[in-house]
């Protein structure tokens, strides 16, 4: 008998444990996100959307007189080797660019290069050769259709290969 008691409270708090989980009564009433966009003309409304995207970019673009920056550079040639390269970069507005290019490796600047609005000068410090070009060299050597104004943009990280007609 005096075992029994103990026992008997034992039993009870194992049976009360032991029951199975509930189950949920109501489902989840899922909210629908998606908005039905009807249009008649769907060549207007994807104008409207890249207008909008163009006009969030050109909110967006940072207006400055003088910029300074510090750009870190992996390259590697055509036989995959090639040091780490930093870029200084110094712009006036609409007027000039100027890059410091140096060899991380050995901490020595191996080009300088100006680029005003209608030329570029490469300066090859290693070589001690100085290169007089047309903005066009540009446009040779990326085969990309640039001018002053996109190199700038492409500096700052403002996309230059979107154009709305």
């Avoid at 199975?20 to 009433?29: D, F, H, L, S, V």
């Avoid at 080797?81 to 410091?100: A, N, Y």
């Avoid at 100006?114 to 085969?143: A, F, M, P």
Wanted: net charge positive; aromatic share 10%; glycine share 2%.
């Amino acid at each position: 008998m005096k075992y029994i008691l103990p026992l008997l409270a034992i039993l009870v708090l194992f049976v009360s444990s032991c029951r199975p989980t509930k189950k949920i009564q109501t489902a989840m009433a899922r909210k629908d996100t998606a908005r039905a966009v009807i249009v008649n003309d769907s060549k207007a409304d994807s104008i409207k959307f890249v207008h909008e995207v163009f006009d969030k970019v050109r909110s967006r673009k940072i207006d400055f007189k003088t910029f300074s920056a510090k750009l870190k550079v992996d390259y590697t040639d055509k036989d995959g080797k090639g040091p780490d390269l930093t870029v200084f970069v110094r712009m006036q507005k609409d007027s000039v660019i100027w890059l410091s290019i140096n060899a991380t490796v050995f901490s020595y600047e191996a080009f300088r290069v100006l680029i005003t609005r209608d030329s570029v000068i490469v300066q090859n410090k290693k070589d001690k050769l100085v290169q007089h070009r047309s903005l066009g060299y540009l446009q040779e050597l990326t085969q990309l259709p640039f001018d002053f104004t996109t190199v700038q943009d492409l500096i700052l990280g403002i996309p230059f290969t979107l154009t709305v007609t």
